[in-house]
């Protein structure tokens, strides 16, 4: 969702010169370990020690504790990270136990964002070295307590299951039992790692940590946050963003049996009750005024055209290679379109919601997101706070997809607090929710490209025009006109195209605020460039899949991937009337990825997609349940975007409201997903929205084939597939 901080090729993995600090020093009769994951590479070249960002606590009753600096939000990351540090460790995946790291941008920045935040599909990219260093380093030094103790070579002992054995003598000691004396021990150096084939726990299925609390109900999400005499309240905003308050008559709504109180605010109102019932029953008594400002007449329309526009001028160069416009004057065949994806919400499962209480210049919160330091900072400011006398809770999420990045909804929250008594759950209507979101920006795009006489692309130029979420959330993030987010999978694409030229224009839609979004710049780059490719094979006159393959030769990784996809998809094998079979091909968040998408399209112009083929190389896998898990979800998302998925305005106001008009993809709609990995000894990489950007194209080039109607914009249009009567 963020991207990273920008670097060299290896930046993401070569770890070893990011060294980590180890503080030796019996707190509470125990070992201490805290992980260094220095803010960017020259800090860790240049520094002698850094402030940890998660720290390893070994008790004196052998319980392992690792503060997690990343949130679980249903990607799996409270059970995969946990992993790296049992296997170097030598213990049980049920002995580690977890805390949340409070927030504190220093202690647990993400080390390839800078901030602390979990995004971008990098949380195990962003550990993967660090955190088995830090297992691999305490396993040391408990081995070096018990050879101590026992008077014999450290050599001659090994860790198994919390206890480090004397294999000679038949001793054992508990991890327990010797934390206090290894924590006096001097630190280790250049700790040897173990090797892929010593693995027992990395790469197998674990079963997730999570998961028992969410059966029985006993895990806590922010919308399960109840302190002592909270009450509940909900709310209604503008509904034309950057509207005001204009009138409200709330006589109605302080008849409502349980409603306690009406808070007013410049661009919103809520009602506070004892329960979200009451708190709904008085919202919808509300008689409201609203000022539309001068967003009252926008449209859907009006946001196209202001980007189609801008793409007919020159923007920021992305990347050029080769000379573009000799190669493309030479060209035998030129192909020219234009693509464009909408605005388009989360729809999380568990609305935007935010606990606050205000007490005694404090403020305590309690919530879900996924940039805790964020909500900390703001709402400080919010409540005219210092951010150390703000108290933040951070729960389970009940999905993110980038929404919960955002801490819009604390300030809310905040803003209602300061006006009521005790604490206040804020808790945002389902159609609150989608109308008031901070969407996954529209764009507009323009490529040309030109084929040799063998049909081979020998130029390739791309402009595109939209909204930048970097240059809001993180200004440093936005250079030269440039953000790595809106540019990958339109840049470094995997197939060899000697003349390609790429520029970016930012343009900020009025009226309505975007964000990130699961897969955000790749979601839209990828359905653009895998369709555009697909394009150029049909004017080739080849087929898709041999058509890419064809330029993978100084690529085998991608090639490997693309052909295990098509050959597990059945590729070339016949199909009944009306069905066709789409390929693309990513190369995203550190992560290869090929999908089949086989669908049908009836009649009436109406997609089922029936099944989807996956081959991945993510470098080493972790846990392959939770890879397969991950593209599955993501698939269901895209798949969502793909058949349904929109937002549009009129008047200034999002027209969508719950889940009739903002449809989701339903389970009996859901295609079967196969999921084929390839070993690799690679370090991990991303895993959360790979499958998201990736099935979208697929899902177009497939109803190419089944049509021969080529789909430029999203999400499919069933009038444009209708067969005529």
């Known amino acids: 969702m963020i991207p990273e901080r920008t670097a060299s090729p290896s930046s993401d993995t070569d770890v070893s010169r990011r060294h980590f600090l180890v503080s030796s020093a019996a707190v509470g009769a125990g070992l201490v370990l805290s992980l260094s994951l220095p803010f960017d590479r020259a800090e860790a070249e240049g520094a002698e020690s850094f402030a940890p960002n998660a720290f390893i606590r070994i008790g004196s009753d052998g319980q392992v504790v690792l503060t997690m600096p990343y949130v679980e939000m249903g990607q799996g990351t409270y059970t995969s990270i946990p992993m790296l540090i049992a296997e170097e460790l030598e213990v049980g995946l049920n002995q580690i136990h977890l805390e949340h790291a409070p927030p504190n941008e220093k202690l647990y920045a993400n080390p390839l964002l800078g901030v602390q935040a979990t995004g971008n599909s990098n949380a195990l990219r962003g550990s993967w070295k660090p955190l088995r260093e830090?297992?691999?380093?305490?396993?040391a030094m408990l081995i070096a307590a018990a050879a101590k103790r026992w008077g014999v070579d450290a050599k001659s002992c090994r860790a198994q299951d919390g206890e480090v054995v004397h294999a000679a003598s038949a001793r054992q000691l508990k991890y327990g039992e010797l934390a206090a004396e290894a924590a006096q021990l001097p630190v280790p150096q250049n700790i040897e790692l173990k090797r892929p084939d010593q693995f027992r726990l990395i790469g197998t299925p674990a079963k997730r940590l999570d998961a028992a609390g969410k059966v029985n109900g006993t895990a806590t999400y922010g919308i399960d946050a109840r302190p002592a005499g909270v009450k509940i309240a909900t709310l209604a905003q503008s509904p034309v963003f950057g509207g005001k308050l204009k009138s409200v008559d709330d006589t109605a709504a302080k008849a409502v049996k349980g409603v306690r109180q009406i808070v007013r605010l410049d661009d919103a109102v809520a009602v506070v009750a004892d329960h979200m019932g009451a708190a709904k029953k008085g919202l919808e008594a509300l008689r409201i005024e609203w000022d539309g400002g001068n967003h009252a007449a926008l449209g859907t329309a009006d946001v196209a055209r202001e980007l189609e526009q801008a793409t007919l001028k020159a923007g920021a160069v992305a990347q050029h290679i080769g000379d573009v416009d000799t190669a493309m004057a030479n060209a035998a065949t030129k192909i020219e379109a234009t693509y464009q994806v909408p605005f388009l919400a989360h729809a999380t499962m568990e609305p935007m919601n935010c606990t606050v209480h205000l007490r005694g210049g404090e403020c305590e919160i309690w919530i879900g997101t996924q940039a805790i330091a964020r909500v900390q900072a703001m709402a400080a400011k919010a409540a005219g706070l210092p951010p150390e006398k703000v108290i933040v809770h951070n729960h389970l999420l009940g999905g993110g997809f980038g929404r919960r990045l955002e801490a819009d909804g604390a300030v809310r929250a905040v803003e209602i607090a300061k006006q009521v008594d005790g604490p206040v759950k804020v808790v945002w209507t389902r159609?609150?929710?989608?109308?008031?979101?901070?969407y996954r920006p529209y764009w507009f795009d323009r490529l040309t490209a030109g084929l040799d006489k063998d049909g081979k692309p020998i130029a390739w130029n791309h402009r595109f025009a939209g909204s930048s979420v970097i240059a809001r959330w993180l200004p440093p993030g936005f250079?030269?006109?440039?953000d790595p987010d809106s540019t990958e999978g339109a840049i470094d694409l995997v197939y060899a195209l000697p003349n390609f030229h790429v520029e970016y224009v930012r343009v900020e839609p009025p009226g309505i605020p975007t964000g990130f979004w699961r897969s955000v710049g790749p979601s839209h780059n990828v359905f653009v460039t895998e369709s555009f490719i697909d394009e150029l094979a049909a004017a080739a006159g080849q087929d898709p899949l041999a058509f890419r393959r064809a330029l993978l030769d100084h690529n085998p990784r991608a090639r490997a991937v693309l052909e295990l996809a098509a050959e597990k998809a059945g590729?070339?094998?016949?199909?009944?009337?009306?069905?066709?079979?789409?390929i693309s091909l990513q190369h995203a968040f550190g992560s290869l990825l090929a999908q089949v998408a086989e669908v049908e399209v009836a009649k009436d112009g109406s997609v089922r997609v029936h099944r989807v083929t996956c081959a991945m190389d993510c470098g080493t896998v972790v846990n392959p349940d939770t890879v397969q898990a991950q593209l599955q979800s993501g698939i269901m998302y895209g798949t969502t975007a793909a058949l349904y998925g929109k937002i549009t305005l009129k008047n200034g106001r999002v027209e969508q409201t719950n889940f009739d008009s903002y449809q989701i993809l339903r389970i009996n709609e859901a295609p079967a997903v196969e999921v084929h990995l390839i070993k690799s000894s690679e370090p991990p990489g991303g895993m959360g929205e790979?499958?998201?950007?990736?099935?979208?194209?697929?899902?177009?080039?497939?109803?190419?084939?089944a049509t021969g109607k080529r789909l430029r914009k999203m999400p499919i249009d069933s009038n444009v597939l209708k067969q005529p009567v």
């Not at 159609?431 to 901070?438: A, K, N, P, R, V």
């Not at 250079?479 to 440039?482: N, Q, R, S, T, V």
């Not at 790979?690 to 084939?705: D, K, L, M, Q, Y």
């Open 134 to 139: 830090a297992g691999a380093t305490a396993r």
């Open 479 to 482: 250079a030269k006109g440039l």
């Open 431 to 438: 159609e609150e929710d989608i109308q008031h979101d901070l």
């Open 571 to 582: 590729w070339g094998e016949p199909l009944r009337q009306g069905r066709g079979r789409g």
């Open 690 to 705: 790979t499958g998201t950007s990736a099935i979208v194209p697929a899902i177009a080039n497939a109803v190419f084939a």
